[in-house]
């Protein structure tokens, strides 16, 4: 029998000693064992439900992250719009006119210069004929 | 309660297939994973209490694992509950020098509980006894490192490299401990085995 052999055999021998003694374990070593035991199992029964709602948890956050952007995200564009109801274009345009008659270099002049003659043939102008309006008016200046 | 726990069967059924496996698994290394703490900490309830928080840990963290996995995690964290334990004990052994009263390390045993699982013939039992005492003498003397190496090998059957992954070392290092532990408990066993 060679060294390995006799190193074989006894290994064999320690583990069947070992796992006889481990066997002989008395009743109270085996009761808080299985206590220990059943307490594990109920933990990681209990911690894969929880796992499942935390993952549950998971999928629902990012969901309501994105559906709150998108609803800021609408609010800013919203915001930054112009304005398109008839009542908000009509103040446009009066604030538009507003602004070329204040730019506008020749109105201030009329003004101005009381050049009255420019607004009586204006109302001439004003209750003439459709038809004759242009032409009446231009010879009327002149 | 029992409506919590219905909950919970119903939220996730492979949680008690799961649940089964590992109740299987502990319950085929409870006993072996108890001696092996109970060498190293020579106190049956420091051991019982190294073993639970192994369970409970491995439970917690490491149950979605593969169960081919579980048995050197367990060991790994046996192990390191183990030295965690042997720290405490240094400490706590440094302060209660210095207390007269030290107090008693085992409780009082209960001769019904501590009564073996199994009875055997007496000339066996007895032989059993004396052939265990001369190891468990041996094994107790052996470096910690050895020790530990030797009964998840010869104990538990775990092959080098899971050895190696439960006590944190190199498949080298468990080889080197391996060979001195049986070296030195054939000197000291010879006649007895």
């Known amino acids: ?142 | 309660m029992s409506a919590a726990r219905g909950d919970v069967d119903q939220l996730d059924p492979n949680a008690n297939l799961g649940g089964r496996a590992l109740g299987q698994f502990l319950a085929s290394v409870e006993l072996r994973a108890f001696k092996i703490a109970q060498a190293a900490l020579r106190h049956e309830d420091d051991a019982l209490d190294a073993v639970q928080d192994a369970m409970l840990q491995l439970a917690r963290a490491y149950a979605h694992r593969p169960a081919e996995e579980w048995r050197p995690l367990f060991y790994r964290i046996l192990e390191n509950r183990i030295r965690d334990m042997q720290r405490r004990r240094t400490v706590r052994d440094r302060v209660m020098s210095w207390w007269p009263f030290a107090p008693d390390g085992q409780e009082g045993a209960d001769p019904i509980a501590e009564a073996a699982a199994e009875e055997l013939p007496p000339a066996r039992r007895l032989e059993l006894d004396e052939a265990m005492s001369a190891l468990e003498r041996a094994v107790g003397e052996l470096p910690r490192r050895q020790q530990q190496v030797f009964l998840l090998r010869t104990l538990e059957g775990l092959d080098v490299a899971q050895t190696a992954r439960a006590m944190g070392c190199s498949e080298g290092s468990v080889k080197t401990h391996y060979f001195r532990a049986l070296r030195t408990l054939r000197a000291q066993l010879g006649e007895h085995l």
């Open chain 1, 1 to 142: 029998m060679t060294s390995a052999d006799d190193t074989t055999l006894f290994e064999q021998r320690l583990r069947a000693l070992l796992e006889e003694h481990a066997q002989r374990a008395s009743g109270r070593i085996r009761s808080h064992l299985t206590q220990a035991r059943h307490a594990a199992v109920a933990q990681m029964i209990s911690g894969g439900a929880r796992g499942l709602a935390l993952r549950g948890r998971r999928l629902w956050v990012p969901a309501t992250g994105v559906v709150a952007a998108a609803a800021v995200l609408a609010l800013v564009v919203r915001l930054h719009q112009p304005q398109t109801t008839p009542a908000a274009a009509a103040a446009n345009a009066i604030a538009s006119g507003d602004l070329d008659l204040l730019t506008d270099h020749d109105g201030l002049t009329l003004v101005e210069g009381g050049d009255g003659e420019f607004y009586e043939w204006a109302v001439y102008e004003a209750q003439a004929e459709p038809g004759q309006g242009s032409g009446g008016a231009a010879g009327h200046a002149h």
